[in-house]
T-cell receptor, first 111, second 116 residues
Framework: QKEVEQDPGPLSVPEGAIVSLNCTYS??????FMWYRQYSRKGPELLMY????GNKEDGRFTAQVDKSSKYISLFIRDSQPSDSATYLC???????????FGKGTKLTVNP | GAVVSQHPSWVICKSGTSVKIECRSL??????MFWYRQFPKQSLMLMAT?????????EQGVEKDKFLINHASLTLSTLTVTSAHPEDSSFYIC????????????FGPGTRLLVL
Protein backbone atom coordinates (compact mmCIF):
# COMPACT_ATOMS: atom_id res chain seq x y z
CA GLN A 1 0.00 0.00 0.00
CA LYS A 2 1.35 3.39 -0.95
CA GLU A 3 1.82 5.92 1.80
CA VAL A 4 -0.52 8.42 0.17
CA GLU A 5 -3.32 7.58 -2.20
CA GLN A 6 -4.95 10.39 -4.10
CA ASP A 7 -8.00 10.24 -6.34
CA PRO A 8 -6.35 10.28 -9.76
CA GLY A 9 -8.90 12.24 -11.72
CA PRO A 10 -8.90 13.97 -14.10
CA LEU A 11 -11.78 16.00 -12.83
CA SER A 12 -13.79 18.36 -15.03
CA VAL A 13 -16.44 20.64 -13.56
CA PRO A 14 -18.44 23.68 -14.67
CA GLU A 15 -17.57 27.10 -13.34
CA GLY A 16 -19.17 27.74 -9.96
CA ALA A 17 -19.22 24.08 -8.91
CA ILE A 18 -18.00 22.84 -5.57
CA VAL A 19 -14.94 20.65 -6.00
CA SER A 20 -13.88 17.91 -3.61
CA LEU A 21 -10.36 16.52 -3.78
CA ASN A 22 -9.44 13.59 -1.56
CA CYS A 23 -6.49 11.62 -0.24
CA THR A 24 -5.98 8.77 2.17
CA TYR A 25 -2.80 7.86 3.96
CA SER A 26 -1.58 4.80 5.78
CA UNK A 27 0.94 5.95 8.37
CA UNK A 28 -0.51 7.30 11.59
CA UNK A 29 2.82 9.04 12.27
CA UNK A 30 1.96 11.64 9.67
CA UNK A 31 1.13 14.86 11.42
CA UNK A 32 1.33 17.64 8.83
CA PHE A 33 -1.00 17.97 5.92
CA MET A 34 -0.64 20.29 2.97
CA TRP A 35 -2.30 20.97 -0.32
CA TYR A 36 -0.29 22.38 -3.18
CA ARG A 37 -1.53 23.63 -6.53
CA GLN A 38 0.65 23.17 -9.58
CA TYR A 39 -0.05 24.88 -12.86
CA SER A 40 1.36 23.33 -15.99
CA ARG A 41 5.13 23.81 -16.27
CA LYS A 42 5.32 25.62 -12.93
CA GLY A 43 6.47 24.72 -9.44
CA PRO A 44 3.92 23.74 -6.78
CA GLU A 45 2.34 26.57 -4.82
CA LEU A 46 1.29 26.06 -1.20
CA LEU A 47 -2.45 26.46 -0.74
CA MET A 48 -3.22 25.08 2.70
CA TYR A 49 -1.29 23.76 5.66
CA UNK A 50 -2.72 22.13 8.75
CA UNK A 51 -1.67 19.77 11.48
CA UNK A 52 -4.87 19.01 13.35
CA UNK A 53 -8.09 17.19 12.63
CA GLY A 54 -10.95 19.40 11.58
CA ASN A 55 -11.51 22.09 9.02
CA LYS A 56 -9.35 25.01 8.02
CA GLU A 57 -10.79 27.63 5.76
CA ASP A 58 -9.04 30.20 3.56
CA GLY A 59 -11.26 32.08 1.18
CA ARG A 60 -12.86 29.64 -1.24
CA PHE A 61 -10.66 26.78 -0.02
CA THR A 62 -11.35 24.47 2.92
CA ALA A 63 -8.94 21.77 4.03
CA GLN A 64 -10.40 18.95 6.08
CA VAL A 65 -8.41 16.39 8.03
CA ASP A 66 -9.74 13.30 9.76
CA LYS A 67 -6.85 11.64 11.51
CA SER A 68 -8.98 8.78 12.83
CA SER A 69 -9.86 7.77 9.27
CA LYS A 70 -6.54 8.92 7.79
CA TYR A 71 -8.46 10.94 5.27
CA ILE A 72 -7.82 14.46 3.99
CA SER A 73 -9.84 16.60 1.64
CA LEU A 74 -9.68 19.94 -0.10
CA PHE A 75 -12.92 21.68 -1.01
CA ILE A 76 -13.06 24.51 -3.51
CA ARG A 77 -16.22 26.61 -3.50
CA ASP A 78 -17.39 28.66 -6.46
CA SER A 79 -14.69 27.15 -8.65
CA GLN A 80 -13.18 29.38 -11.31
CA PRO A 81 -11.39 28.59 -14.59
CA SER A 82 -8.23 29.93 -12.94
CA ASP A 83 -8.46 27.03 -10.47
CA SER A 84 -7.67 24.64 -13.33
CA ALA A 85 -4.44 22.97 -12.23
CA THR A 86 -3.09 19.81 -10.67
CA TYR A 87 -3.67 19.58 -6.94
CA LEU A 88 -1.21 17.66 -4.81
CA CYS A 89 -1.91 16.39 -1.33
CA UNK A 90 1.32 16.34 0.62
CA UNK A 91 1.94 14.99 4.09
CA UNK A 92 4.86 14.79 6.47
CA UNK A 93 5.89 13.12 9.68
CA UNK A 94 6.76 15.26 12.63
CA UNK A 95 10.48 15.92 12.68
CA UNK A 96 11.00 14.51 9.20
CA UNK A 97 12.42 16.66 6.44
CA UNK A 98 10.79 14.65 3.70
CA UNK A 99 7.41 15.30 2.18
CA UNK A 100 5.26 12.48 0.87
CA PHE A 101 3.37 13.43 -2.26
CA GLY A 102 0.13 12.15 -3.67
CA LYS A 103 0.18 11.64 -7.42
CA GLY A 104 -1.98 14.68 -7.99
CA THR A 105 -5.47 15.29 -9.33
CA LYS A 106 -5.81 17.33 -12.48
CA LEU A 107 -8.77 19.69 -12.27
CA THR A 108 -10.35 21.54 -15.15
CA VAL A 109 -12.98 24.18 -14.48
CA ASN A 110 -14.93 24.95 -17.61
CA PRO A 111 -16.31 28.47 -18.19
CA GLY B 1 5.70 35.82 1.74
CA ALA B 2 8.06 32.99 1.04
CA VAL B 3 9.44 33.32 -2.43
CA VAL B 4 11.84 30.91 -4.03
CA SER B 5 13.40 31.64 -7.39
CA GLN B 6 15.22 29.41 -9.85
CA HIS B 7 17.53 30.30 -12.65
CA PRO B 8 17.46 29.57 -15.48
CA SER B 9 13.81 28.79 -16.11
CA TRP B 10 14.74 26.66 -19.08
CA VAL B 11 17.94 25.46 -20.69
CA ILE B 12 18.82 23.50 -23.79
CA CYS B 13 22.25 21.94 -23.94
CA LYS B 14 24.24 19.43 -25.91
CA SER B 15 24.86 15.95 -24.62
CA GLY B 16 28.02 15.77 -22.54
CA THR B 17 27.93 19.33 -21.25
CA SER B 18 27.27 20.40 -17.67
CA VAL B 19 24.40 22.58 -16.57
CA LYS B 20 24.11 24.56 -13.35
CA ILE B 21 20.74 25.49 -11.85
CA GLU B 22 20.46 28.03 -9.06
CA CYS B 23 17.82 28.08 -6.34
CA ARG B 24 17.41 31.12 -4.11
CA SER B 25 15.15 31.91 -1.21
CA LEU B 26 14.44 35.59 -1.72
CA UNK B 27 12.84 36.74 1.50
CA UNK B 28 13.78 34.15 4.09
CA UNK B 29 16.66 32.05 5.27
CA UNK B 30 16.56 28.39 4.44
CA UNK B 31 18.74 25.98 6.34
CA UNK B 32 17.41 23.16 4.22
CA MET B 33 16.77 23.06 0.50
CA PHE B 34 15.52 20.18 -1.58
CA TRP B 35 15.92 19.21 -5.21
CA TYR B 36 13.20 17.36 -7.05
CA ARG B 37 12.76 16.03 -10.54
CA GLN B 38 9.42 15.74 -12.26
CA PHE B 39 8.69 13.83 -15.43
CA PRO B 40 5.58 14.58 -17.50
CA LYS B 41 2.32 13.65 -15.79
CA GLN B 42 4.14 12.33 -12.75
CA SER B 43 4.54 13.66 -9.26
CA LEU B 44 7.71 15.15 -7.86
CA MET B 45 10.57 12.80 -7.05
CA LEU B 46 12.97 13.89 -4.35
CA MET B 47 16.55 13.75 -5.54
CA ALA B 48 18.47 15.15 -2.58
CA THR B 49 18.26 17.16 0.61
CA UNK B 50 20.74 19.94 1.09
CA UNK B 51 21.67 21.52 4.39
CA UNK B 52 23.65 24.74 4.46
CA UNK B 53 27.33 24.12 5.01
CA UNK B 54 27.18 20.35 4.81
CA UNK B 55 27.10 17.64 2.17
CA UNK B 56 23.83 16.85 0.50
CA UNK B 57 21.94 13.66 1.26
CA UNK B 58 20.95 11.84 -1.91
CA GLU B 59 17.98 9.57 -2.39
CA GLN B 60 18.53 6.00 -3.41
CA GLY B 61 19.28 5.70 -7.09
CA VAL B 62 20.43 9.31 -7.53
CA GLU B 63 24.08 9.55 -8.54
CA LYS B 64 25.83 12.10 -6.37
CA ASP B 65 28.71 12.45 -8.83
CA LYS B 66 26.31 13.28 -11.61
CA PHE B 67 24.07 15.67 -9.70
CA LEU B 68 26.37 17.94 -7.73
CA ILE B 69 24.69 20.00 -5.06
CA ASN B 70 26.20 22.95 -3.28
CA HIS B 71 24.44 24.83 -0.49
CA ALA B 72 26.90 27.60 0.17
CA SER B 73 24.64 30.02 1.99
CA LEU B 74 21.29 30.24 3.75
CA THR B 75 19.67 31.58 0.60
CA LEU B 76 21.38 29.76 -2.25
CA SER B 77 21.67 26.18 -3.40
CA THR B 78 22.93 25.00 -6.78
CA LEU B 79 22.41 21.79 -8.69
CA THR B 80 24.91 20.94 -11.41
CA VAL B 81 24.01 18.21 -13.84
CA THR B 82 27.37 16.95 -15.05
CA SER B 83 27.87 15.36 -18.45
CA ALA B 84 24.19 15.64 -19.19
CA HIS B 85 22.52 13.09 -21.43
CA PRO B 86 19.10 13.10 -23.11
CA GLU B 87 17.66 10.92 -20.34
CA ASP B 88 18.44 13.75 -17.89
CA SER B 89 15.92 15.95 -19.69
CA SER B 90 13.29 16.77 -17.12
CA PHE B 91 11.73 19.48 -14.99
CA TYR B 92 13.93 20.23 -11.99
CA ILE B 93 12.31 21.95 -9.03
CA CYS B 94 13.90 23.15 -5.84
CA UNK B 95 12.22 23.92 -2.57
CA UNK B 96 13.29 25.59 0.62
CA UNK B 97 12.25 25.22 4.19
CA UNK B 98 12.37 28.21 6.51
CA UNK B 99 14.71 28.08 9.44
CA UNK B 100 12.44 27.12 12.32
CA UNK B 101 9.44 27.10 10.02
CA UNK B 102 8.18 23.55 10.40
CA UNK B 103 7.68 21.07 7.61
CA UNK B 104 6.29 23.39 4.96
CA UNK B 105 8.42 23.67 1.85
CA UNK B 106 8.20 26.55 -0.59
CA PHE B 107 8.87 25.60 -4.16
CA GLY B 108 10.64 27.41 -6.93
CA PRO B 109 9.11 27.79 -10.37
CA GLY B 110 11.18 24.98 -11.82
CA THR B 111 13.83 24.67 -14.52
CA ARG B 112 13.10 22.77 -17.68
CA LEU B 113 16.19 21.01 -19.00
CA LEU B 114 16.37 19.62 -22.50
CA VAL B 115 19.51 17.72 -23.45
CA LEU B 116 19.95 17.18 -27.15
Amino acid sequence: QKEVEQDPGPLSVPEGAIVSLNCTYSNSAFQYFMWYRQYSRKGPELLMYTYSSGNKEDGRFTAQVDKSSKYISLFIRDSQPSDSATYLCVIAEGGSEKLVFGKGTKLTVNP
Amino acid sequence: GAVVSQHPSWVICKSGTSVKIECRSLDFQATTMFWYRQFPKQSLMLMATSNEGSKATYEQGVEKDKFLINHASLTLSTLTVTSAHPEDSSFYICSARRSGGGETQYFGPGTRLLVL
